[in-house]
T-cell receptor, first 111, second 112 residues
């Protein structure tokens, strides 16, 4: 069975631009969560979606947003990029509060 | 607010050694705890999931234990191999949410 797929794997953007990242969960999983990983802060929770509804949101500015589609695929968007947004963005797929499976991540570099 | 701590931050051992990685959490009201492995620049690979009602879980050379009342979990790796070199992360799941709270990880190096 296919795992969690994140696209693109790598992105380089300029400050002030916006970016959209995509996550396709494991088939049958309706819950998708997003995390930001940086060397200084480690893994931090961004938001969680279930059946197209955002159920939880982490402590990030409003520039970070997301959505989930009816096929459970999810996107996250970051507007007005800042240098500090450079990070590895990971998404996790779950079926309820069970084992979380992560994708390979999208490495975002803001220059 | 839940906080997860992993000690040590880095560990270097010779091949074949048995080792223990530690994870502690401040709020014992957890739903489950999960151990992950992360190779450089890659995503997280799930190793073991322990439900709050369980005391331990085993998978191959890995054994994870959970003591919810004391807020601790350990990951035991038997007969370590160079291929075990990676960063090991633990994460707890609070009840009522699917949000995972992560420790900063232990970077393990197994020397041949």
């Amino acid at each position: 069975k296919a795992g969690v797929t994140q696209t693109p794997r790598y992105l380089i953007k300029t400050r002030g631009q916006q970016v959209t990242l995509s996550c396709s969960p494991i088939s049958g999983h309706r819950s998708v969560s997003w995390y930001q990983q940086t060397p200084g802060q480690g893994l931090q929770f961004l938001f969680e979606y279930f059946s197209e509804t955002q159920r939880n949101k982490g402590n990030f500015p409003g520039r970070f947003s997301g959505r989930q589609f009816s096929n459970s695929r999810s996107e996250m968007n970051v507007s007005t990029l800042e240098l500090g947004d450079s990070a590895l963005y990971l998404c996790a797929s779950r079926q309820g509060v069970t084992e979380a499976f992560f994708g390979q991540g999208t490495r975002l570099t803001v220059v | 607010k839940q906080e997860v701590t992993q000690i040590p931050a880095a560990l270097s051992v010779p091949e074949g050694e048995n080792l223990v990685l530690n994870c502690s959490f401040t709020d014992s009201a957890i739903y489950n705890l999960q151990w992950f492995r992360q190779d450089p620049g890659k995503g997280l690979t799930s190793l073991l999931l322990i439900q709050s009602s369980q005391r331990e879980q085993t998978s191959g050379r890995l054994n994870a234990s959970l003591d919810k009342s004391s807020g601790r979990s350990t990951l035991y790796i038997a007969a370590s191999q160079p291929g075990d070199s990676a960063t090991y992360l633990c994460a707890v799941n609070q009840g009522g949410s699917e949000k995972l709270v992560f420790g900063k990880g232990t970077k393990l190096t197994v020397n041949p």
